[in-house]
């Protein structure tokens, strides 16, 4: 029997990012095992500066007792929304990470967006997920029973180990250029390892934080690795990138799950990274070198030494490949959603 659902989402859903690619990826696949998904755009500016009228007006079409999945980087400032009209709809939230818990927020916005969220969870029939980290956050600090949350973890696609191999290791690193993502620690840490041979490549998406983007081309012109370090931009498949790297190496300052980190294991690539969020959930110890974030000099710490031990790096990329090739696919996330929506409808 087909069921309908009704997903409800911000912006634009070809953004490139781990979280809009999620959720293009849970739609594609649910649509294959035989769930009629329909798509509900609620518009720009969220969560900072949404226009909530006309969000609100979007969700007017759906029928009462509709089965609607609204995702939390808008349904965390939809509280009024939630309290009014939550129990005419079957209504769940997809939370990639708390909004609360994004880099650069002052006090009081911290504050807002956590009160917010915790009001407008209250009213869902079920709350998905991207991680065991997530879902603890949920639990100990916004009061939701455990019993309400899904874990559904990122799949993966089946891909060819990297390549790599090149007299000068290239690192790669991919992320929008905002400052959750750390690329500021990361070109700093780079600084310090000039006396290597090494070429970092920075995929992400300029257009997210202008203003971080245009901080990230400053600071490699006055560290003078304007010859050394890339930034790529913005692209439509990342694949051919990781596939002619050495290393992975992304020092964000909070992953909900962190993609990049798993599509790095399903290539096989050595992982240097940040101990935040759930990536220590997803790379395994002898995948990669994690550690505190903020700290450009253990991140260098960490880098030297995959750059200038290879038996270490190839251990490594070993490990990465053994996890990366016990990842869950796309359609396994998919599957592991539908089955819990239809139990808590």
Known sequence: MTRRLHFAYPGSLETRTGGYGYDRRVIACLREIDWDVCLVPLGDGFPGAPDLAAAEAALVSIPAGGVLLVDGLAFGVMHDWAARYGQTFNLFALVHHPLALETGLSSAERAKLSAGERRALVHTNGIIVTSAATARILTECYDVDAGKIQIAFPGTDPVPLALGGG????????????????????????????????????????????????????????????????????????????????????????????????EALAHGLPVVGCAVGAVPEVVPQAAGILVVPDDPEA????????????????????????????????????ATIASFLEQRI
């Open 167 to 262: 007299d000068d290791p290239l690192i790669l690193s991919v992320g929008s250029l905002t400052r959750r993502k750390g690329h500021d620690v990361l070109i700093n840490a780079l600084a310090s390892l000039r006396d290597l041979n090494w070429t970092c490549r920075i995929v992400g998406s300029r257009d997210l934080d202008p203003d971080v983007a245009a901080e990230l081309d400053e600071e490699i012109r006055r560290c003078g690795l304007g010859e050394r370090i890339v930034l790529v931009g913005e692209v439509d498949d990342a694949r051919s990138e990781f596939s002619r790297a050495d290393i992975f190496a992304l020092a964000s300052r909070y992953e909900g799950y962190g993609m990049v980190f798993a």
């Open 299 to 334: 991140l260098a710490a960490a880098l030297r030494r995959v750059l200038t031990e290879p038996e270490t790096r190839s251990a490594m990329a070993d490990a990465s490949a053994v996890a990366g090739a016990h990842l869950p696919s796309w359609r396994d996330t998919a």
